[in-house]
């Protein structure tokens, strides 16, 4: 185990996933002990986690496969969809190497409510580069934004409302599919 480098995070990454290391670079994912962010109300873990962590610690939780399946370079598209009763749909898209992180809110939007997008550079456990960020929610039309520091922003507040509501957690309530493959013909894990 490793703890983040800012000595004002207290988040703990753990090295239990062969090719996530605990010590890679800020802009690379990293697996986080999710009982490292339980710490009674204080923000400092939730904001230190970045959208790469968060992708790869929901998706090691839900099915196991789920992480290694939605990073095999082999599949060209994945979708893992996290469905629950009383909040927004979340989904992790996975095609090619842009991988879109988000709310889904069919129901007032029609598709995406926050969703943030990043490119993998190079391998899909090296670095990831912030693309643009998408809002729908509070605002009169789609708001597209491709500023950086603005991206990054976001991307705290929202890690830090997702990782609050501690989606690896298993719930009666919450419905989980991954989807590998085309719009026909897709399977499931």
């Known amino acids: ?109 029609g598709g995406w409510d926050h969703l943030f997008t990043y490119r993998i550079d190079g391998i899909s456990m090296g670095k990831w580069s912030p693309v643009s960020m998408t809002m729908l929610q509070n605002t009169p039309a789609e708001k597209n934004i491709t500023n950086l520091k603005e991206i990054r922003v976001g991307a705290v507040n929202f890690t830090s409302c997702v990782a609050g509501s501690q989606p690896w957690v298993y719930a009666e309530d919450v419905e989980i599919e991954v989807v590998t493959g085309l719009w026909q013909g897709i399977g499931e894990l």
């Not at 800020?26 to 009982?35: C, M, R, Y």
Request: aromatic share 8%; proline share 8%.
């Open 1 to 109: 185990m490793a703890d983040a480098a800012d000595d004002n995070h207290q988040i703990i990454y753990l090295n239990d996933y062969p090719s996530l290391r605990a010590d890679a670079p800020n802009d690379h994912p990293h697996l986080v002990d999710p009982a490292s962010l339980d710490d009674d109300g204080a923000e400092e873990p939730l904001t230190s986690m970045t959208i790469p962590d968060l992708v790869v610690t929901v998706l090691l939780h839900y099915p196991p496969a789920a992480l290694k399946v939605s990073l095999d370079p082999g599949r060209a598209e994945v979708y893992f969809l996290r469905k629950a009763k009383f909040y927004l749909d979340s989904c992790i898209s996975r095609k090619g190497k842009i991988v879109k992180i988000g709310y889904l809110n069919e129901k007032e939007t």
